[in-house]
């Protein structure tokens, strides 16, 4: 597109890629790009802003932020990213971004489209929020196959290993015997009546490896029943593949991923009886003291409340 020339303007640059399916070149790339492209304008590049490994989902990043914020105080003229979906996914993220540029008279390019219109960002910003939503629609439905054939979508838990030479879109998994053998250990010692906290003190005191191998901590071991995290909550121990039992969602105005717990009928359940290491009857046991526990917890909670009151009359 051919572009009036406007030299002498100071121009910064802004690179951003996603996920780990991209590289740290593309970052450089980018910037090489919007460089090649400021030189033909006659612009003086004075600051590059990078976000990398950051998905364009939230507005909560540093290099963005960065760039935002020194867009306030006038250091630069002229913007220069490889695409809208760099700046951001959301609409409304780049909307907001091209007022406060255009406010403080600013102007916005790509190297394919010259200088950046309302409608550009209309148009360009609704394109990349719905490639957005359909990449994570994808996502789930391929996490929902590999599921519904009894192979783990995501990371390893602790007490598996990943299967050599995995293929068809991986998810298959077999037992650590060592670790296997620490998870069964976990179990009974809570079952038996043994606090967390307690558990992560002594295989630490015996140096027994925890996941990744750090040190163990009780939020580890006790993590959060609703949400099935932590040792004693993954069904996977006791030969079940429960999926989407929870679903992230971005709060807005912090960017941070909220879970929450989804109903019964959006989750897939499998039977994985190679994957067992612990019978029902230890699964139980757990199950009925993390009951107990919540129930005391609560009846402390209650009272502590009573209390408060009282101590106000």
Not at 78 to 91: C, F, T, W
Not at 139 to 145: V, Y
Not at 268 to 281: A, T
């Amino acid at each position: 597109m051919t572009v009036l020339h406007h030299p002498g303007l100071r121009a910064v640059i802004y690179a951003r890629y996603s996920t780990d399916k991209q590289r740290q070149e593309s970052i450089a790339d980018q910037i090489e790009l919007c460089r090649r492209y400021a030189v033909q304008q006659g612009w003086e590049v004075v600051d590059t802003y990078t976000d990398a490994a950051i998905s364009g989902a939230s507005r909560h990043r540093p290099g963005f932020q960065k760039l935002v914020d020194d867009a306030g105080r006038r250091r630069f003229d002229v913007v220069v990213s490889e695409g809208i979906d760099r700046l951001g996914r959301r609409l409304a993220d780049t909307s907001d971004l091209y007022d406060r540029l255009n406010f403080q008279n600013i102007k916005l390019y790509t190297p394919h489209l010259g200088e950046i219109t309302t409608l550009h960002i209309a148009i360009m910003g609704m394109m990349a929020q719905v490639q957005l939503k359909e990449t994570g629609q994808k996502t789930r439905r391929s996490h929902l196959g590999l599921a519904k054939e009894g192979r783990i979508p995501g990371g390893k838990a602790y007490g598996y290993d990943v299967v050599d030479g995995d293929k068809d879109g991986g998810g298959y998994r077999r037992i650590n015997a060592d670790e296997a053998a620490v998870v069964r250990r976990i179990f009974t010692l809570y079952a038996d009546g043994m606090s967390p906290r307690a558990i992560a003190r002594l295989l630490n005191d015996e140096n027994v490896p925890g996941p990744r191998k750090r040190k163990w901590v009780d939020t580890t071991i006790r993590g959060q029943v609703a949400r099935g995290t932590g040792i004693l909550n993954n069904a996977n121990y006791a030969g079940v593949l429960e999926w989407g039992r929870c679903e992230f969602v971005k709060d807005p105005g912090t960017g941070k991923r909220i879970a929450r717990i989804n109903p019964q009928e959006k989750r897939e359940i499998v039977e994985v009886p190679e994957l067992r290491i612990i019978d029902d009857v230890l699964w139980n046991r757990v199950k009925m003291r993390q009951e107990a526990v919540a129930t005391e917890i609560g009846r402390d909670e209650q009272g502590n409340a009573l209390n408060r009151v009282h101590r106000r009359r």
